[in-house]
Structures are given as C-alpha cells and as structure tokens.
Nanobody, 124 residues
Framework: QIQLVESGGGLVQAGGSLRLSCAASGRTFSTYAMGWFRQGSGKDREFVARITRNGITTDYADSVKGRFTISRDNAKNTVYLQMSSLKPEDTAVYYC?????????????????WGQGTQVTVSS
C-alpha cells in the first residue's frame, strides 16, 4: 500500500557529494521505517542506512559511516540519503525500501516495499 520512487542519482567525481530522494505515495508514510540499500555490478544488494518511523534513530553500514546521512520528512513523504566524500566503490544502483514497523533490519529480505532504484556513478 505504498509506492516508492527514488531520484537524485547521477555521475559525480570522487570526493563529491550527492543527495538522493525517495518519494512515497499515500498517507501512511509515517507508519513505515525506511532503509537505503545498494547493489553494485555483479554484487549482492547490501545495506546502507536505516531510519525509524519518527526519524529519531538511524544506523549505517561501516563502509559509509561518517560520509552518508539518512533523514526523513514525514510531512513531505520523503526520505533522503545525503552522500559526501564519495568514492568509486560507492558506485551502485541505490534503492529505498519501506518496512511496516518501527525499525527495519539490515537484511534486504525483511523489507516490504522497494523503489525502482537510481544509478550513482563515482568517477576517479
């Protein structure tokens, strides 16, 4: 009962910044915990960041701690991923996901809904 659409991906040089957005449909956005995942070429989908329904608690993969920030604006039905100090190894398709609970896990198969993904390419 929710649809997710990512945007904001693109090509950026190493060391640069990019902000991804995930817009959700419906009036129930605030009842979902949200997460960001990514999948590089030939790799499995991996956890990036997660946030609780109210945005108070966040968690990050070790590979992005200190560089990425997840946030949400429930009034706008949108979750964000601010990415800074980007590295070539950050190149991947980035997906947002929704979990109908307080906080989703770090396992991708625990989430209920997924967006279509947006490509992020970091050049060296």
């Amino acid at each position: 009962q929710i649809q997710l659409v990512e945007s904001g991906g693109g090509l950026v040089q190493a060391g640069g910044s990019l902000r991804l957005s995930c817009a959700a449909s419906g009036r129930t956005f605030s009842t979902y915990a949200m997460g960001w995942f990514r999948q590089g070429s030939g790799k499995d989908r991996e956890f990036v960041a997660r946030i609780t329904r109210n945005g108070i608690t966040t968690d990050y993969a070790d590979s992005v701690k200190g560089r990425f920030t997840i946030s949400r604006d429930n009034a706008k039905n949108t979750v964000y991923l601010q990415m800074s100090s980007l590295k070539p190894e950050d190149t991947a398709v980035y997906y947002c996901a929704a979990y109908q609970g307080y906080l989703g896990s770090m396992a991708s198969d625990s989430y209920d809904y997924w967006g279509q993904g947006t490509q992020v390419t970091v050049s060296s």
